[in-house]
């Protein structure tokens, strides 16, 4: 299973580090992506990472504030957020996959909620 950690209230402006932990099995050979969802909105994969090659993904609502690392050793991965907004209020979720490489179908497949193993979320609130 994932468990995400570390989401929270925050002000605009600023940052958090959110946290994928697997149990049970190693994301050495997994592809994760990022996925959020806002209250009355579809589910967004907001950016990924694979295995090997390390390519990463950012959806253009937060290149640039947001980025994605993943330590195999620690079998976790990490989203950090900077420079957050209002319309960055929503559910976060990690996924993993051993099929669908991020740059590819990753993310059209997890929009769609098709990926092998999913965390049960975390909530991140920006606001004043």
């Known amino acids: 299973q994932l468990v995400e950690s570390g989401g929270g209230l925050v002000q605009p402006g600023g940052s958090l580090r959110l946290s994928c932990a697997a149990s049970?099995?190693?994301?050495?050979?997994?592809?994760i992506g990022w996925f959020r969802q806002a209250p009355g909105k579809e589910r967004e994969g907001i950016s990924c990472i694979s295995v090997g090659d390390d390519n990463t993904y950012y959806a253009d609502s937060v290149k640039g504030r947001f980025t994605i690392s993943r330590d195999n050793a620690k079998n976790m991965v990490y989203l950090q957020m900077n420079s957050l907004k209002s319309e960055d209020t929503a559910v976060y979720y990690c996924?993993?996959?051993?099929?669908?490489?991020?740059?590819?179908?990753?993310?059209?497949?997890?929009?769609?909620?098709?990926?092998?193993?999913w965390g049960q979320g975390t909530l991140v609130t920006v606001s004043s």
């Open positions: 049970g099995f190693t994301l050495d050979y997994y592809h």
């Open positions: 996924a993993a996959d051993r099929v669908f490489k991020c740059g590819s179908s990753l993310v059209p497949m997890g929009t769609r909620g098709h990926l092998e193993v």
